[in-house]
Structures are given as C-alpha cells and as structure tokens.
C-alpha cells in the first residue's frame, strides 16, 4: 500500500483501516496456499467512514490533491521500473540462474 503513504504518513484524504493478519489455509485456491490476509476491523472500518462522511469536504479536498501524486508517482512506467529494478535484484543475487537466462542488460 505504498502508493496509498508518503514519507511513511497517509496522503491527504486517505484513512488507513486498522487489521489483523490470518494465516490463509489455501482450502479454495491452488495460488494462495500459505499466504497471508489482512482482516480488517469492522469497528474501526465504520468509525472511519462516519468521519469521512462528517469531514466530505475536507476528505474531498485530500483525496483530488492525493490523486494527483498517485498519477504522477505511481504510473505505469514508474511501476515497471521499480518491477525491473527488482528483478534486476533478484538475478544479480541468483548465481544458478545467470548460468541458463540470459542478461537483461
């Protein structure tokens, strides 16, 4: 939910739900056998939405300025580039792998 922060805060207009972490079983999916979930709190969930509703304006105001640094910071070829980057990584430090793929350089 990086894109959701800035500087390690939520963005203007943004409310992050609080939740709890369960070990998901994998009983209905062959992909997510082992993973984790975030459960989020009903409680704070509704509390949050009924400031917002209180708050439309400001909240409003918050979110058009938040979208704008989303487009910005978060678009597509920026996200490639952190995906590249990453990969990058991930086959520098995999010395079994370089002997069968080629570079990507």
């Not at 709890?20 to 704070?44: M, V």
């Amino acid at each position: 939910m990086n894109f959701l922060k800035k500087n390690g805060k939520p963005l203007p207009g943004v409310e992050l739900i609080d939740y709890r972490i369960k070990k998901f079983d994998g009983s209905d999916s062959i992909y997510y056998h082992g993973f984790n979930w975030a459960l989020p709190s009903i409680t704070h969930l509704r509390r949050l939405m009924r400031k917002v509703y209180n708050n439309y304006q400001h909240y409003k105001e918050g979110a058009m300025q938040s979208s704008e640094y989303v487009r910005k910071e978060w678009s597509w070829e920026k996200s490639a580039d952190l995906v590249i980057a990453r990969l990058k990584q991930i086959y520098k430090s995999q010395d079994f792998i370089k002997k069968k793929i080629p570079s990507f350089d």
